[in-house]
Nanobody, 114 residues
Framework: VQLQASGGGFVQAGGSLRLSCKSS????????MTWYRQTPGNQRELVAT???????NYADSVKGRFTISRDNTRNTVYLQMNNLNTSDTAVYLC?????????WGQGTQVTVSS
């Protein structure tokens, strides 16, 4: 199982980024996919999750600004992030569970400047 995250970068406050996480080695369409983020010294924070039937949930801190989506034809989950602020600066990681084991991508850095 491999999860390859991309799309991070530097952006000014108020800007937007779209993250992608491409998976391989799993039957992607049946998996719930989740984005977390982590800052140095802090625990990982769940950002958004999307189920196999496209039901989504968000952390309160990103509701109304972030949108999670999936493309089962591309085995990819996306995170559209709008109106970014400095508190969104973190490494963003995608994850899924397969056979009772958590699998994590390598993460992509998002840095928001004021």
């Amino acid at each position: 199982v491999q999860l390859q995250a991309s799309g991070g970068g530097f952006v000014q406050a108020g800007g937007s980024l779209r993250l992608s996480c491409k998976s391989s080695g799993i039957n992607f369409r049946i998996h719930t996919m989740t984005w977390y983020r982590q800052t140095p010294g802090n625990q990982r924070e769940l950002v958004a999750t999307i189920s196999s039937d496209h039901n989504s949930n968000y952390a309160d801190s990103v509701k109304g600004r972030f949108t999670i989506s999936r493309d089962n034809t591309r085995n990819t989950v996306y995170l559209q992030m709008n109106n970014l602020n400095t508190s969104d600066t973190a490494v963003y990681l995608c994850t899924t569970v397969w056979k009772s084991r958590d699998y994590w991508g390598q993460g992509t850095q998002v840095t928001v400047s004021s």
